[in-house]
Every structure is written in structure tokens, then in C-alpha cells.
């Protein structure tokens, strides 16, 4: 949690006591803050703040707007990708079992082929659901262009179909407005900008979706639950943070990343995410790297000893899979570089210094494995 | 025979003893080993043990925990059944008040289900019959326990009564796990891993009496520290049974990838356990151990074919025993859930890594072409090196 953050959740959690949905004087106190910080963030995404929901993360938004789907009395399809987060994947078996076809498309390179969403849609189609920018790669998605898509062929069958993105990724990193694509709804969270860990949002604008969880009404009953107003605040200052500096840190990440790419390349490792010079847009925020033929853990092991906290793409332990292995197969990326795959993620408070160290560190550890020889 | 009367900071326990009562003229080093292992378990809490007509009389001091007694015992080669025992003086107001005492205990404080009482008179003079003792003291359960029955045979509890020089009282056996004590057929060198059989293998040679340390390949990063831990866990699992053990973890790295770089990938897993199996000669002779013990069992995987191990036998000097060797994994399992070590043996941190294993090893090895492939490889320094710059770690007894 960022400085800025702990401080505003400090001030807010001792200054506004009262449960916002209480009538008694702290409660309407609490509920004019909770209002005041909601118009301040949907201001920053460019939406009006009715349309605007406090969750507990990008998990909980995620699964507010699919679970909806099974309010549905007819099952129809929803169309994704096979890289989404497991917080979008998960949900295959959920609504097949309620009758609902589930299709995840494959994204070679990280990236959705505008034709493979056109073939894909038909008249069962009832929603699309894609994200901006992919966590393990750091690819970002034309979400503009699929809803183009998808709006087209929605137009000729006048059907609606529900454009859904899960945008944790990209909210303080890159530059993001729900007014920029033509799309229905969206997910955030805190911690990806800094903010409290436990705390997210969900912009819908689609008032036919209704949630599966029952309680005491808050949010419009779309997230029931006591509001946590004093992490609602610290996520609101530290997104204002975040979307000030954004050019700057983004800049700044972004010649870390190319710095990182070149110390990859030049130590025998090669690139799971888009080289700099493809042309093709990513995030510079993640890059993930192949470390053929040693390993993910072996060589999350060495980089740990070295003071780095790296994450695997995949898992090479016979009784455990990976979180990112499904999602670097639908990439089309072969099992053996799946196996060796390392994710790098960096912050906006990322240093010249850590980077030049973990440069250093990866070529010593292509140097101890003998990569590349 | 030192009295004790009873009091209610002393407990006595009444061992059975099975195969080693049955020794001939060497029953006394068996003996002295098995009440040695119960002594040390139970240390630092004064403990004195009797022997009686094929058994033994366990006296424990008062503050010594109940559950620590039990426990010891339950993992104590040798022992094969016991029960918590009561001693009086031959009078019959002692006897009531020692049974009375006695059911207020398990498993008779329940309250409910059969009985019997089976008294065995070995002191003819006393003044009363079995019969009579038996059916005095059934009355004073049954006065305690109304909706308890009488059933002779097959009874759900028992109380049984000895008349000798005194009159000991006690309640049916817990059984104990059999076996002959550790330490009576000398010392072996446990090749422990990460998995499920291993720990099974050497609990089996402690129940033959073998005394075990116990050897880890480690090869860090390839293996993680987790798998390292799960094996100081495994050790610890087994170790009541063996009385205590040493585990000895030899850094495996450089060797792994030496076999990597100098033999063909076929080979891989062949050349791995030969290495193995010299670096656990090395240890074996350092430390005292006559046999080495492994987890194999046979066909269970490609280094465990006839051949494979006719090949690794090759590489010891001293004999390697596989006591799962006609076991299949069911049994194993089994055997390994009921000596507590199955759930920490499928803890997902593997002992070996991907990269070491290779797609297709050689199932039929032939033991002068594998000997071959070994020598050349030129590995001894390395082995000595694994041998030289291995660390030891003592493992408690204490259950």
C-alpha cells in the first residue's frame, strides 16, 4: 500500500467512524464521504459516478457481472479469451453447468485476431468478456476494436450483447476511460495502483444486471455489504496519484522494460511477451521471459536467493500446475517454454537502481546456468 | 522384586512382550536392548522396568505425562500389547479398592457395553478361588455400572485379576506395534526421500530390530528447500520408531549435473542412483552401518526393474536391503498412513527435479555397459566431495 493510501485510510477510518448506511448524524457523515470519494473516481474513469459500484477487488467485480448471467431463464454463450485471469476462466464450469456454452478463444502472441471474435459470434451470444491488459504477458488488448466488432455484428441481429472488460491491469498504468471503447461494464483493483489490498471497483452501465448475492441494499444492491469507506478513500487518493504521474511513471517504466528486455536477450534468455520493436502495443508494467531449459521454480529459487521476488508462468512440480499455464498455452507458446517461463512485474515506484541489480542478477544466473551456451 | 505400593503418584504399565520372549539363551540382549529403548524414550522421567514370567512391569514416575507413556510405548519395537496396571498387597479390601479404582479409568468409565472379569490365581494359598474372585469383583462392576452386562465370551472389556506375590489389576491390552527392539540387528544407512515408500521401508527395518540413520540427496535449486524440510519432517516421523536418528543430507547439485554433462540422457536416472549408491558406501563406512536400506520396490518404476537393481547392487560393497520389494503401492500406502507419514510424503515438493529425469531412461540395463558408462564419467572426486562436505542433523527420539 502506498504512503498517500495508509494515510488517507488512517484519517478516513478515525474521522469518519459511522457505518454509511446509518441514519444517525456519523452514518450521513459517512455516506456524504462515501459519495464525495465515488464522484471524485468516476471523474478520473470518466463515467458518472451512478454507474460506479464498490467491490472488494477485480475477483468480486468479475464475478458480480458473470454470475448475473445465470439469472438468465434461457442459457446462451459468453465468448472470452483462453488468456483471461482465473478470476473470468474459473467460471467455465459454473455456467456450463447451468446450461450456458462457454467459449474461450485462442490468442496467439497474447492478442485477440478481431476475424477469430467474427467467426466466433452468433445468435446465442449474450456476452463477450475480454480484458485490457493480459497479467502475465503484459499484452493489451484492442478492446475498442472487439467492441467495434461486436456492436457491428450486434446491429444486425438487434440483439444486445453485454461488452465486459476486466480492466485490473490497466487502471493507473496505462491510459484507460470506460469512455474510450463502447463497452458495458468494467473491473478494477486497489492494490494494482498502489491502493489497499481488499478493495476494487466495478463500473456497469447496463442496469439489467443484477446480482446473485443478497443483503442489506448497499451499492444498489449490486454489491451488498457494509462499505469499507476507509479503504474506498486510500484507493481513491492513490488512483488520483497514479493518474497524475501516469505519462511520467509510464515513461519511466518503459525504458525499464526495454532495459530488461536488452539485458534478456543479450544473457541467452528469450522473450514471452512482445519484443519492443514489434510494434504491438503491451503494458510495460509486466514482461515475461524464458529461461529454456532451466526450470520456472529452479530458477524462481536462485533469483530469490538473490533478493528478487519473481513469480513462474507456469509450474514444472509434478503435483502442482501453475496459475499462468493455461494461459501461456493459449498463447500457442510449446510446453517446454511454458515450463520455463518467469514473470517480471514492476510498479510505479519501481527504481533505476532495482533494475540495473536485476539486470546484474540475470545475467549471473544465465551465466550459472550455462544459458544460452 | 522392589515393592511398590500404590500410590497416586507412581503408574505402572504391564508390557507383553511376543517374539523375543521365545529367545533362547540370547533373550537377555534382547531384553536389555528393549528396556533400554523404553528407558531412554521416556527419559528425562525416572522409569524402572521389571521382567516377570514373559513380561514386563513398566514403573513410572508420577509426573511423567500418561499420554507420553502411551505413546512411547505404541512406537516402541518389541512391545506388543500393554496396559495400565494396578498393584496391591493380597487382602480383599485392598483388591475392591484397587478395582473400584481401576473402572473409573477407560475403558470401563463409559459406563455401557460387555464385560468380563478373568482372574488367574498363580499363588494357589490365597483364600479365595478365581471364581470367586471373579464373580466378587463383576458385582462391584456392575454396582458402579448398572447398564453394563456380563459376556464371557468375546467380551467388550475386560478387567483381569493376578494373584502372585502381590495382586496386580489391570484392564484389556493396547496393542503395541510387535517387532523386535531397535538396535538387535545392528546398524543400517536409511536412503530417505521426499516420497511415500522410504519412510515405510525403514519403518519396517526398525521392526526388525535394524538401527537406522538416515541419507538425503539435496540438490538445491534443482530441488527446493521445502522438499529438504519435508524430509527433516519425514526423519522426524519415523525417528520414535528407530529411537532417535541422524539424518545426513549430502548436496547432490554439482554431482546431478555432472551425470547431465558426461553420460547420455537414457542413462540419466542409472548413473544418478549408481552415484547414489557410492556416496552411500562412503557414509555406511564412516558411520558403522552394515546395510544399506531403500525404498524399491520391484517394477515400481524404471529404475526399479530387476535389472536396474542388479545394476545399483553392483555399485555397493555392502549388502542393500529393500524390504517393500513385493509390495505394491496400495500396501505401501497403507502401511504409510498408518505410521503417520503419508500426508507429509504427498506434500507436492518433488525431490528431484524435470530436468534431471529423462523422457525415456533405460528399463533393461546391462550391468557391464552400465559399469562402463559409470567409469567413465570420472565422477569419484565429486562423490568424495559429496561425502566430505555432507551435514548431519540429530533427530530427537521423543515421540
Given at each position: 500500500m502506498?504512503k498517500r ?6 484519517d ?5 467512524p459511522?457505518?454509511p448506511s ?7 457523515l459517512?455516506?456524504?464521504?462515501l459519495e ?5 473516481i ?16 477485480g475477483t468480486?467485480s ?5 454470475s448475473?448471467l445465470?439469472?438468465?431463464p ?5 465468448i472470452?479469451t ?7 476462466l474459473?467460471f467455465?464450469n ?13 490468442c496467439?502472441g497474447?492478442?485477440l ?15 463477450v ?5 493480459n497479467n ?7 478492446i475498442?476494436?472487439?467492441?467495434s466488432v ?13 461488452i ?11 491510459p484507460f ?5 463502447d463497452?458495458?461494464s468494467?473491473s ?5 495502483f ?5 478493495v476494487?471497483m466495478?463500473w456497469c ?5 443484477q446480482?446473485?448475492?443478497?443483503g ?7 454489491r451488498p455489504?457494509?462499505?469499507?469507506l ?10 488520483k496519484?497514479s493518474s497524475d ?12 522494460r ?9 544473457s541467452?534468455?528469450t522473450?514471452l ?7 504491438k ?9 524464458c529461461v529454456?531449459p532451466v526450470?520456472s521454480?529452479?530458477f524462481?529459487?536462485v533469483?530469490s536467493d538473490?533478493?528478487?521476488?519473481l513469480s513462474a508462468?507456469?509450474?514444472?512440480s ?6 499462468a499455464?493455461?494461459?501461456l498455452a493459449a ?7 511454458r ?5 517480471i512485474s514492476m ?6 537502481e ?6 546484474t542478477?540475470l545475467r549471473?544466473?544465465?551465466?550459472e546456468f550455462?544459458?544460452g551456451? | ?5 500404590i500410590t497416586?503418584?507412581?503408574q505402572?504399565y ?19 536392548k528393549?528396556?533400554n ?6 527419559h528425562?522421567?525416572r522409569s ?5 514370567k514373559?513380561?514386563f512391569?513398566?514403573?513410572v ?5 500418561q499420554d507420553m507413556?502411551e ?8 512391545v ?9 498387597e493380597k487382602d480383599?479390601?485392598?483388591m475392591?479398592d ?11 468409565s ?5 464385560f468380563k472379569v478373568e482372574c ?8 479365595m478361588?478365581s471364581y470367586q474372585?471373579?464373580?466378587q ?6 454396582d ?10 468375546n467380551?467388550?472389556?475386560?478387567l483381569r485379576?493376578e494373584?502372585?506375590d ?7 491390552p493396547v496393542?503395541g506395534?510387535g517387532g523386535?527392539p531397535?538396535g538387535?540387528a ?19 527395518m ?6 537406522q540413520d538416515?541419507l ?9 528447500d ?6 527433516k ?5 519415523i525417528a ?6 541422524n539424518l545426513?543430507?549430502?548436496n547432490?547439485?554439482k ?9 547420455k540422457?537414457?542413462?540419466h ?8 549408491m ?17 525404498g524399491?520396490a520391484?517394477?515400481?518404476?524404471a529404475?526399479?526393474t530387476?535389472e536396474?537393481?542388479c545394476?545399483?547392487n553392483?555399485?555397493?560393497?555392502i549388502?542393500?536391503?529393500r524390504p517393500l520389494v513385493a ?13 503417520g507419514?503419508?500426508e507429509?510424503?504427498?506434500?507436492p515438493?518433488?525431490?528431484?527435479c524435470?530436468i534431471f ?6 528399463v533393461?540395463?546391462?550391468v ?7 567409469r ?7 562423490l568424495?566431495?559429496c561425502v566430505?562436505?555432507?551435514q ?8
Amino acid at each position: 500500500m502506498g504512503k498517500r493510501a495508509l494515510e488517507v485510510y488512517a484519517d478516513t477510518a478515525v474521522n469518519f467512524p459511522g457505518n454509511p448506511s446509518s441514519t444517525h448524524p456519523l452514518g450521513v457523515l459517512a455516506k456524504q464521504r462515501l459519495e464525495d470519494e465515488r464522484k471524485a473516481i468516476a471523474s478520473m474513469l470518466g463515467c458518472p459516478a451512478s454507474e460506479l459500484y464498490f467491490t472488494s477487488g477485480g475477483t468480486e467485480s468479475n464475478a458480480i457481472i458473470l454470475s448475473s448471467l445465470l439469472r438468465s431463464p434461457n442459457p446462451g454463450e459468453i465468448i472470452t479469451t483462453g488468456i483471461e485471469h482465473a478470476a473470468v476462466l474459473e467460471f467455465r464450469n459454473v455456467l456450463e453447468a447451468a446450461g450456458w456454452k462457454f467459449t474461450a478463444l485462442p490468442c496467439p502472441g497474447g492478442y485477440l485476431e478481431p476475424e477469430r471474435l467474427e467467426e466466433a459470434l452468433n445468435d446465442k451470444v449474450r456476452m463477450v468478456c475480454v480484458m485490457r491488459v493480459n497479467n502475465v504477458t503484459g499484452t493489451v488488448l484492442d478492446i475498442k476494436g472487439i467492441a467495434s466488432v461486436v456492436r457491428k455484428y450486434s446491429s444486425k441481429t438487434g440483439r444486445p450483447i453485454h461488452i465486459h472488460c476486466d480492466a485490473v491491469q490497466a487502471l493507473g498504468k496505462i491510459p484507460f476511460s470506460v469512455k474510450d471503447a463502447d463497452i458495458d461494464s468494467a473491473s478494477f483493483s486497489a492494490h494494482k495502483f498502489c491502493g489497499p489490498r481488499g478493495v476494487g471497483m466495478l463500473w456497469c452501465r447496463n442496469k439489467a444486471v443484477q446480482s446473485l448475492s443478497r443483503g442489506g441494499g448497499q451499492e444498489k444492491g449490486l454489491r451488498p455489504g457494509t462499505e469499507n469507506l476507509a479503504g474506498i478513500c486510500a484507493m481513491g487518493a492513490e488512483l488520483k496519484l497514479s493518474s497524475d504521474s501516469l505519462k511520467e511513471n509510464y515513461n519511466k517504466v518503459l525504458g525499464f522494460r526495454c532495459k530488461i528486455e536488452e539485458a534478456s536477450l543479450a544473457s541467452g534468455y528469450t522473450l514471452l511477451s512482445p519484443s519492443k520493436d514489434s510494434g504491438k502495443e503491451f503494458s510495460p508494467y509486466i514482461i515475461n521471459i524464458c529461461v529454456k531449459p532451466v526450470p520456472s521454480e529452479v530458477f524462481l529459487r536462485v533469483m530469490s536467493d538473490k533478493g528478487f521476488c519473481l513469480s513462474a508462468g507456469s509450474a514444472c512440480s509434478s503435483n502442482s500446475r501453475g496459475k499462468a499455464e493455461s494461459v501461456l498455452a493459449a498463447m500457442n507458446i510449446d510446453h517446454e517454454r511454458r515450463m520455463s517461463s518467469i514473470r517480471i512485474s514492476m510498479g510505479r515506484d519501481t527504481t533505476e537502481e532495482n533494475v540495473s541489480a536485476l539486470c546484474t542478477a540475470l545475467r549471473e544466473a544465465s551465466s550459472e546456468f550455462g544459458i544460452g551456451k | 522384586m522392589k515393592t511398590f505400593e500404590i500410590t497416586d503418584d507412581m503408574q505402572l504399565y504391564l508390557i507383553r512382550l511376543g517374539e523375543i520372549s521365545l529367545k533362547g539363551l540370547n533373550r537377555n540382549f534382547f531384553e536389555k536392548k528393549l528396556k533400554n529403548n523404553i528407558k531412554l524414550k521416556i527419559h528425562p522421567y525416572r522409569s524402572l522396568l521389571l521382567r516377570e514370567k514373559g513380561r514386563f512391569y513398566l514403573y513410572v514416575s508420577g509426573d511423567c505425562p500418561q499420554d507420553m507413556v502411551e505413546r512411547t510405548l505404541k512406537t516402541t519395537f518389541g512391545v506388543v500389547g500393554f496396559s495400565k496396571a494396578y498393584v496391591c498387597e493380597k487382602d480383599w479390601d485392598k483388591m475392591v479398592d484397587c478395582a473400584k479404582a481401576l473402572i473409573e479409568n477407560e475403558p470401563f468409565s463409559v459406563g455401557t457395553g460387555t464385560f468380563k472379569v478373568e482372574c488367574r490365581r498363580g499363588d494357589k494359598s490365597f483364600f479365595m478361588n478365581s471364581y470367586q474372585i471373579e464373580s466378587q469383583l463383576g458385582g462391584i462392576v456392575l454396582d458402579r455400572y448398572p447398564d453394563m452386562k456380563v459376556k464371557v465370551k468375546n467380551p467388550e472389556k475386560e478387567l483381569r485379576v493376578e494373584v502372585r506375590d502381590k495382586v496386580y489389576m489391570y484392564t484389556s491390552p493396547v496393542p503395541g506395534p510387535g517387532g523386535l527392539p531397535v538396535g538387535c540387528a545392528g546398524k543400517g544407512l536409511l536412503l530417505l526421500s521426499g516420497g511415500i515408500d522410504s519412510p515405510v521401508a525403514g519403518w519396517r527395518m526398525a521392526k526388525r530390530g535394524l538401527k537406522q540413520d538416515c541419507l538425503y540427496f539435496h540438490a538445491y535449486p534443482y530441488t527446493s528447500d521445502m522438499a529438504l524440510q519435508k524430509v527433516k519432517d519425514l526423519a522426524t516421523l519415523i525417528a520414535p520408531y528407530n529411537v532417535g536418528t541422524n539424518l545426513v543430507v549430502v548436496n547432490f547439485t554439482k554431482c546431478e549435473l555432472w551425470i547431465k554433462d558426461h553420460s547420455k540422457e537414457e542413462e540419466h536416472t542409472l548413473m544418478m542412483r549408481a552415484c547414489m549408491m557410492k556416496v552411500a558406501n562412503m557414509i555406511a563406512k564412516q558411520r558403522g552401518c552394515q546395510v544399506l536400506v531403500t525404498g524399491e520396490a520391484l517394477g515400481q518404476v524404471a529404475s526399479q526393474t530387476l535389472e536396474s537393481m542388479c545394476f545399483t547392487n553392483s555399485m555397493s560393497d555392502i549388502p542393500v536391503l529393500r524390504p517393500l520389494v513385493a509390495m505394491d503401492k496400495e500396501e505401501i500406502i497403507s502401511t504409510a498412513r498408518e505410521i503417520g507419514t503419508y500426508e507429509t510424503s504427498i506434500l507436492p515438493y518433488d525431490d528431484c527435479c524435470v530436468i534431471f529425469s529423462p523422457k525415456h531412461p533405460l528399463v533393461r540395463p546391462e550391468v557391464e555397459q552400465e559399469t562402463k558408462s559409470f567409469r567413465d564419467m570420472d565422477v569419484d572426486e565429486i562423490l568424495k566431495e559429496c561425502v566430505d562436505e555432507a551435514q548431519e542433523f540429530e533427530i530427537s527420539y521423543h515421540v
